[in-house]
């Protein structure tokens, strides 16, 4: 079987990550380093992961509640849910499927519906390893008076730091992002005041302990055994043997945060674990991996083509591919959108070997608000709804390649394969 994916994390920092656990570190001295990586380092924060960074954010600002925030229509659910704990009520633009880029218009339209409090600020998140250009986003929220709030946390390349006029610009390195530190990100901030807010907040939040950072490093270590074909072959088996659904074990190993704050208190369990300042240990392979910064952008510039060439192999319909026509793209996944069934074409590509899923990320259409239902973004719902991530690995042999291309044809409602030069450009060390 041909895993979904594989960590992107190598042993050794696995290895430094273990001693870190053990070693009385500074963390200070390791925020420092970190903040040394961008080009402002006066205005970098590190935290423990996205969703802190956005509450932390949120308590500096202190909008006034029943405000409205301009939301990405497709975006992690845990965004959503930290805006209304503030008091704050999302608003959903939708995404143009083929740039994934929200434009003026799709603002407009949110913006102007006279329903509600103020709108104040703008969420947008670049989706799926592709970067919008944000130059609109920016002149909008400019002539409106409105806090830009960019999310990174899908778009780390080693390169981009974050548009210069952006509020705030927010980076993800949990377990499956781009050069994973297993957890934190890092805030980029236009204005220092607003850094030093944001920071004051949440200085008195606890420390992640040690202990519960080790036990991550065992479990991604784990993870990133199971992207090895034999074990993971034996991992399926072992689960359909059991009668688990082996999604389910996988979304809850590489979840940072539980699926269902529900069952954890509510809102409120999930600020417990939101409200966290990073360890030591997560500092400091946090600080090593964007000290690699170079071979970052080397390896994502090799994965962007890769990327690009296995859904050119595979004679993917360009209507059926998000962000097909993104200024930039780096295909940290594989998304593809079906026109027949999304669990029969699962089903069919797991028949020949290969893992894809309906569940390659944690994303979710922003539901409009309860007031305003005409505000719902069909579009993204539309793909959404049809969406199926194939694998995504460091290699695929043209063998393998070829492979895919017959799993995909001999799907339901798929067109023959056409002959690829693509599948010639991919090999084993590409």
């Known amino acids: 079987m041909v895993p979904r994916g594989r960590i992107d994390i190598g042993w050794r920092d696995l290895a430094v990550a273990a001693v870190a656990c053990a070693w009385p570190g500074d963390r200070a001295a390791a925020e420092a380093r970190i903040a040394a990586t961008w080009p402002a380092p006066d205005r970098v924060l590190a935290c423990l992961s996205v969703r802190s960074g956005l509450d932390l954010v949120l308590r500096g600002v202190a909008?006034?509640?029943?405000?409205?925030?301009?939301?990405?229509?497709?975006?992690?659910?845990d965004m959503v849910r930290l805006l209304e704990h503030h008091g704050l009520v999302p608003v959903p633009v939708d995404v143009e499927?083929?740039?994934l880029a929200?434009?003026?218009?799709?603002l407009a339209r949110a913006a102007d519906d006279d329903g509600g409090g103020p709108v104040v600020a703008v969420l947008v998140a670049h989706l799926f390893?592709?970067?919008?250009?944000?130059?609109d986003v920016i002149a909008f929220a400019r002539a409106?008076?409105?806090?830009?709030?960019?999310?990174?946390a899908q778009a780390y390349d080693g390169r981009y730091h974050g548009h210069a006029d952006n509020d705030v610009s927010l980076f993800s390195f949990g377990t499956i992002k781009t050069s994973t530190a297993l957890g934190g990100a890092v805030l980029r901030f236009r204005d220092c005041a607003l850094l030093e807010r944001v920071r004051a907040a949440g200085a008195t939040d606890p420390v992640q302990t040690r202990g519960s950072y080790a036990r991550r490093v065992v479990r991604d270590g784990a993870i990133k055994l199971l992207a090895y074909a034999p074990f993971y072959t034996l991992f399926m088996g072992a689960c359909r043997a059991r009668g688990i659904d082996?999604?389910?074990?996988i979304r809850a190993a590489v979840r940072g945060f539980a699926a269902d704050p529900a069952a954890h208190g509510g809102a409120d369990g999930l600020l417990r674990q939101v409200r966290r300042r990073p360890s030591y240990p997560l500092l400091a392979l946090l600080a090593r991996r964007l000290a690699a910064r170079a071979a970052d952008a080397a390896r994502v510039g090799a994965r962007a083509r890769r990327g690009a060439a296995v859904l050119d192999a595979i004679n993917i319909a360009a209507a059926d591919r998000p962000g097909v026509a993104a200024e930039h793209h780096t295909h940290w996944v594989l998304p593809i959108c079906t026109a027949t069934?999304?669990?029969a074409l699962v089903a069919q590509l797991r028949q020949h070997g290969f893992d894809a899923t309906r569940h390659g990320s944690s994303m979710t259409v922003v539901p409009p608000p309860p007031a305003a239902p005409h505000l719902a973004a069909r579009e993204a719902a539309a793909w959404m709804d049809r969406v199926v991530y194939l694998p995504s690995l460091p290699r695929l042999s043209p063998r393998t390649l070829?492979?895919?291309?017959?799993?995909?044809?001999?799907?339901?409602?798929?067109?023959?394969?056409?002959?690829?030069?693509?599948?010639t450009a991919l090999c084993h060390n590409a």
């Open 341 to 343: 069934s999304p669990d």
């Open 97 to 99: 499927m083929r740039t």
């Open 246 to 249: 082996h999604e389910d074990v």
């Open 63 to 77: 909008f006034p509640r029943g405000s409205r925030v301009l939301v990405s229509a497709i975006t992690i659910g």
């Open 129 to 135: 390893g592709s970067r919008m250009t944000m130059d």
């Open 144 to 152: 409106r008076e409105l806090l830009v709030l960019e999310d990174c």
């Open 402 to 423: 070829r492979r895919l291309g017959r799993a995909m044809a001999s799907a339901p409602g798929s067109p023959d394969p056409a002959p690829s030069a693509a599948e």
């Open 102 to 106: 929200v434009t003026p218009a799709a």
